[in-house]
């Protein structure tokens, strides 16, 4: 499967971005999904995962409660939407696909998108 990331952007705090990842292929709904984020500096770092179905998600304790990860397997995608951003979360964001939630929340994950740039000015 191939991952096209897009909807980043630059935002002030507070406000919001809906990222979104686009796949190719057939069996997009064989996969689990997730979003991880790098910072300049920093590792790579887990931000939140869906389920193949969309019945299970995942999130990272510093996103809880201000973003939400959803699916679309009739489209192929995968989104992110992010609320009450903070300058913390000015990162790269990748969507990644796997077949296993154990190993796409480790970013062990098979395939990657390309990334897109968030930035959150204070």
């Known amino acids: 499967v191939q991952l096209q990331a897009s909807g980043g952007g630059l935002v002030q705090a507070g406000g919001s971005l809906r990222l979104s990842c686009a796949a190719s292929?057939?069996?997009?709904?064989?996969?689990?999904m997730a979003w991880f984020r790098q910072a300049p500096g920093k590792e790579r770092e887990f931000v939140a995962a869906?389920?193949?179905?969309?019945?299970?998600?995942y999130y990272a304790d510093f996103v809880k409660g201000r973003f939400t990860i959803s699916r679309d397997n009739a489209q192929n995608a995968v989104y992110l939407q992010m609320n009450s951003l903070k300058p913390e979360d000015t990162a790269v964001y990748f969507c990644?696909?796997?077949?296993?939630?154990?190993?796409?929340?480790?970013?062990?994950?098979?395939?990657w998108g390309q990334g897109t740039q968030v930035t959150v000015s204070s």
């Open positions: 990644e696909a796997d077949y296993s939630m154990g190993t796409v929340t480790l970013g062990m994950g098979d395939y």
């Open positions: 292929g057939r069996t997009f709904s064989s996969y689990v």
């Open positions: 869906i389920s193949s179905s969309g019945g299970r998600t």
